[in-house]
């Protein structure tokens, strides 16, 4: 079985705070995405990532993708309220295959 | 650009009947949907991937004849439950994918309550 690991489960941070998700597996992904899920509402693709050791940013987020293609983490800077949301990574392991998804991260950014 | 419907938001239904749900893909064609299920504060669980033109394919322990799924074009999936009783509430996610592409674009939801 091909698993996703996500840690933390859970993050309370205060706004101005950096915080760091890590997903990781023991096989080798083809790509892997990061999506954010507020309540109530669908994912929302952030990023996508395929090439080991690539590194992606937007705005405050910053995504990388291991050299082996195997982990990725997703850091953001100076978080802010707006940021609170559940964090998915989701991998698939060859092109149009199917999303496996990590167990997901529940962000809080207090004020 | 990749903008996923789903119809209805939300519906509550009576222990017994039917209910459909469709998801669209409003500005690009999709070979294939996903439709995926989650309880609160856990992530998505896939539950099966439609072709379009041919059978969905479902994950284990999904009962295909209790959950039955359509993809008659390019544009759009249906999923059905049939009988639904309350253990079938959920909110109900389904995404869409462009041939060859890695990324998936989901739709909004549907929150489904059985009485």
């Known amino acids: 079985t091909q698993l996703l690991e996500q840690s933390p489960q859970f993050l309370s941070i205060q706004e101005g705070e950096n915080l760091t998700v890590y997903c990781n597996s023991s096989s080798v992904f083809s790509s892997l995405q990061w999506y954010r899920q507020e309540p109530g509402e669908g994912p929302v693709l952030l990023v996508t990532v395929v090439t080991g050791g690539e590194v992606k940013k937007l705005k405050r987020l910053t995504f990388q993708f291991g050299d082996a293609r195997k982990d990725s983490s997703l850091h953001i800077t100076a978080a802010q309220p707006g940021d609170t949301g559940l964090y998915l990574c989701?991998?698939?392991?060859?092109?149009?295959?199917?999303?496996?998804f990590g167990g997901g991260t529940r962000v809080l950014v207090k004020p | 650009g990749a903008v996923v419907s789903q119809h209805p938001s939300w519906v509550i239904c009576k222990s017994g009947t039917s209910v459909k749900i469709e998801c669209r893909s409003l500005d690009f064609q999709a070979t294939t949907m996903f439709w995926y299920r989650q309880f609160p504060k856990q992530s998505l669980m896939l539950m099966a991937t439609s072709n379009e033109g041919s059978k969905a394919t479902y994950e284990q322990g999904v009962e295909k004849d209790k959950f039955l799924i359509n993809h008659a074009s390019l544009t759009l999936s249906t999923l059905t439950v049939t009988s639904a009783h309350p253990e079938d509430s959920s909110f109900y996610i389904c995404?869409?994918?462009?041939?060859?592409?890695?990324?998936?674009?989901f739709g909004p939801g549907t929150r489904l309550t059985v009485t």
């Open positions: 995404s869409a994918r462009v041939r060859g592409s890695y990324e998936q674009y």
């Open positions: 989701a991998g698939t392991w060859w092109a149009g295959n199917k999303l496996t």
